[in-house]
């Protein structure tokens, strides 16, 4: 049962009401083996971003909002002082808290409402996975009952060990193992994980193999388009796939060379579905609704997944389906935005204390890490928001990072006005170039 209140119903939540041409819409559905992903929207792997508070954060991400009934959300009460980290829950959040609390959210009501259909793990270590204790497993394979149906991604070289480690994510609860063959980071691709073995296509039929002897649950592919552009091996690689088994392939249009530099070339999407007839995942580029369907009407792919998005706009998988049910969609309020970051901050806090593998003190400063990280994303290309980038750069404590949160968004909130961004604020936004590690 959902939480009381957290079951309204909006008009975009019918799929069969839609707004868009059938070519353009973003699919209410997608098979991938036995996993129903409804809606056909995927939060992309993101090492160092998607760890298990973010992605429950997406899955929730429509609880932050303004309240569209007085039962959904209690009236805000306006910003609090910040009271240091024991106290960063502002009133106005109580019924969050209550909906996150495991066993009283309807998964089916608040993935409809947040649109993410599927969520995906960090990258993980085929070789470390192999190798850990079970204790220390759970570090990196922890996930909650409201995160299904959920993926986890592991990248590696060696066939048997890739089959080890899928077995343990399929034992650990996992709807499906994902592999990763895209990754561009030197010490991945050096041991000939990641985008390495776009160089190999016959390494990857034994590793493609090995792994879906090894599990049940549906095994999918994440890759680049190959190598650099005089070595493409997209089509061959999905084509090797279905042949293999695999359940779906994912494809950032892009090669290893390419880095993040120019346009994700979605055409190549298009051939890799004309191709196959598994599920074909785009990827690459997705920042806006707008481009969510221009995707799917330009490739007519069967999913789209999304990345450095997210963490800017966690709302995006929800205005995606919105747009594709209306026409149009709801843009977040600065009430909307303070909320959802100090519901984010609370979480983050709360998975600390909980986490009890390493020292208290290492457990706070990841926490006011991701915290200053997240609180810099989020804030891309809000009106103020590079000033407020630069004060959080300085700050060294969860604590000192929250209260200029609380103070920028007081002074928004009190303004009563909703302050135009100006081209540094989008500028000084985009998505750190040393945090682009992966993929
Ligand atoms: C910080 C960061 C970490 C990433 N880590 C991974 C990863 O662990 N595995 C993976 O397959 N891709 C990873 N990626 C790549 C994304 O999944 C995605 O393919 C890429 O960002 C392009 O999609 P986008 O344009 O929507 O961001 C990462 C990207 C970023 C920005």
Known sequence: MAGKGFTVKKNWDNPKEHAMPAEARVPAE???????????????PMAGVTDTVFRRFIRHASLFTT??????????????????????????????????????????????????????TEFTSADGLARMRESKRQRYLTFYDD?????????????????????????????????????????????NGGSGLLRDLPRIQEIFKAVRK???????VKFRMGWNDADIVCIELARMAEAEGLNAVALHART????????????????????????VIGNGDIQTPESAVA??????????????AAPANPWIFRQIAQYTATGSYERPTAED???????????????????????????????????????TWFTHGVAGGAKLRAAIY????????????????AAQLASGTEPVATPEDVAAGEFPANLLVCD
């Open 147 to 191: 995160e299904h149906p959920i993926g986890a991604q592991l990248f590696g070289a060696n066939p048997e060990t890739l089959a080890e480690a899928a077995r343990i994510v399929e034992e650990t609860g996992f709807d499906l193992v994902d592999l990763n063959l895209g990754c561009p980071a030197k010490r991945v691709v050096g041991s």
């Open 295 to 308: 995707m799917v009407a330009e490739t007519g792919c069967d999913a789209v997944m999304i990345g450095r």
């Open 256 to 279: 290893r060379e390419q880095g993040y530099s120019g346009q994700a070339r979605w055409e190549w999407i298009a051939r890799v579905k004309q191709a196959v007839k598994i599920p």
């Open 337 to 375: 935005r303070y909320r959802m970051i100090r519901a984010y901050f609370q979480m983050l806090l709360d998975e600390a204390e909980a986490t009890k593998d390493l020292p208290r003190a290492a457990r706070m400063g990841e926490t006011a890490g991701k915290m200053k990280q997240f609180a």
């Open 214 to 220: 090894a599990v049940t649950i549906p095994f999918t």
């Open 30 to 44: 997608v098979r991938l083996g036995t996993v129903l992903v409804t809606p056909a929207t995927i939060l992309a």
């Open 67 to 120: 309240p569209t009934t007085e039962a959904a959300h209690p009236p805000n009460p306006g910003p609090e002082p910040c009271q240091g980290t024991t106290s960063v829950v502002p009133k106005m959040q109580q019924n969050e808290e209550r909906a996150l609390a495991p066993g009283l959210i309807d998964a089916a009501v608040t993935n409809a409402q947040s649109g993410c259909g599927l969520l995906m």
């Open 394 to 409: 300085q700050a060294r404590t969860g604590a000192e990072v929250l209260s200029q949160v609380d103070a920028f968004f």
